[in-house]
């Protein structure tokens, strides 16, 4: 039974590109969430994802958009880089209507070096 | 592979030692919280959680204390062991639906 896969593991971009980060969620969930994570800081929520369409949204501009597939996974984009964008992105699943049961699965993430 | 524990508070213990990790959490009407581990290079793995209607829960040598009068956690990890080193986050549940508001970290070192 497959965990939460991201890919890629990492990329580097420079500023002003545009990249696009993948999560196929744990088999059998099917809500999305992407969490930012800056060096030494903690997870930062962007935004959810469930039935192809965003449920919650963190404080976190326009440029991050997200999808969310039929098959429940999903993508995360960012446009217009910028260097603070650096960060660890973490994709994290669950089972709508399992909150506050622990059945929440974080991947191993996506490190993005933008220059 | 690359450390998350850059410039975060660091508890060094003793092999075999208990470690008590500390967590201050922003939102009263928070009801439900979990404490992750972080290793380099890796994604948080969840270690236990506890609900606002409790006050302790207990674990494989992970115990959880919850204080909500004013707005604590504490994570308090028996013997502790070598693969204990890793960054340790408490998140709380914002508003359900599992938004989670997580922490700043800490880091634990483990001296063998």
């Known amino acids: 039974d497959a965990g939460v896969t991201q890919s890629p593991t990492h990329l580097i971009k420079t500023r002003g590109q545009q990249v696009t980060l993948r999560c196929s969620p744990k088999s059998g969930h099917d809500t999305v969430s992407w969490y930012q994570q800056a060096l030494g800081q903690g997870p930062q929520f962007i935004f959810q994802y469930y039935e192809e369409e965003e449920r919650q949204r963190g404080n976190f501009p326009d440029r991050f958009s997200g999808h969310q597939f039929p098959n429940y996974s999903s993508e995360l984009n960012v446009n217009a880089l910028l260097l603070g964008d650096s960060a660890l992105y973490l994709c994290?699943?669950?089972?709508?209507?399992?909150?506050?049961?622990?059945?929440?699965?974080f991947g191993e993430g996506s490190r993005l070096t933008v220059l | 592979g690359e450390s998350v524990g850059l410039h975060l508070p660091t508890l060094s213990v003793q092999e075999g030692d208990n470690s008590i990790i500390n967590c201050a959490y922003s939102?009263?009407?928070?009801?439900?919280f979990i404490w992750y581990k972080q290793e380099s290079g890796k994604g948080p793995q969840f270690i236990i959680d506890?609900?606002?209607?409790?006050d302790k829960r207990q674990g494989q040598r992970v115990t959880v204390l919850l204080n909500k009068t004013v707005k604590h956690l504490s994570l308090q990890i028996a013997a502790t062991q070598p693969g204990d080193s890793a960054v340790y986050f408490c998140?709380?549940?914002?508003?359900?639906?599992?938004?989670?508001?997580f922490g700043k970290g800490n880091q634990v070192v483990v001296i063998p």
């Open positions: 506890i609900r606002s209607n409790m």
């Open positions: 939102n009263s009407a928070s009801d439900y």
């Open positions: 998140a709380e549940n914002v508003e359900g639906n599992n938004r989670l508001a």
């Open positions: 994290a699943s669950s089972l709508v209507g399992q909150q506050n049961t622990g059945e929440l699965f």
